[in-house]
């Protein structure tokens, strides 16, 4: 069983910065992992992703230029840097693992975290 703790987030204002981390229970060296984020009253959405070894990576075009995902697996931990936020980017963002990038891409991960609050005021 893999569990994931978020933590890093908080109320910033539009324009500024944040960095979520994500830690695993696990060594992440074999898992894919990625972000999402849902906002009130909106589905869960994709925001970016991450292989395994780092060397790929994937983001949403609403965040493209503006967030950066990276990993540390000597640390189990993987990191969502997010510069230029805006008031829209207000959500709770989820990290989520699995074996199968795939299944990260497509938002079935098996393991997802509890969730860590993002609020920026305009």
């Known amino acids: 069983q893999v569990q994931l703790v978020e933590s890093g987030g908080g109320l910033v204002q539009a324009g500024g910065s944040l960095r979520l981390s994500c830690a695993a229970s696990?060594?992440?060296?074999?898992?894919?992992m990625g972000w999402f984020r849902q906002a009130p009253g909106k589905e869960r959405e994709f925001v970016a992703f991450?292989?395994?070894?780092?060397?790929?990576?994937v983001y949403a075009d609403s965040v493209k230029g503006r967030f950066t995902i990276s990993r540390d697996n000597a640390k189990n931990t993987v990191y969502l840097q997010m510069n230029s936020l805006k008031p829209e980017d207000t959500a709770v963002y989820y990290c989520?693992?699995?074996?199968?990038?795939?299944?990260?891409?497509?938002?079935?991960?098996?393991?997802w975290g509890q969730g860590t609050q993002v609020t920026v005021s305009s």
């Open positions: 991450i292989s395994w070894s780092g060397g790929y990576t």
């Open positions: 989520a693992a699995d074996l199968g990038p795939a299944r990260v891409l497509a938002g079935t991960s098996d393991y």
């Open positions: 696990v060594r992440t060296a074999s898992y894919a």
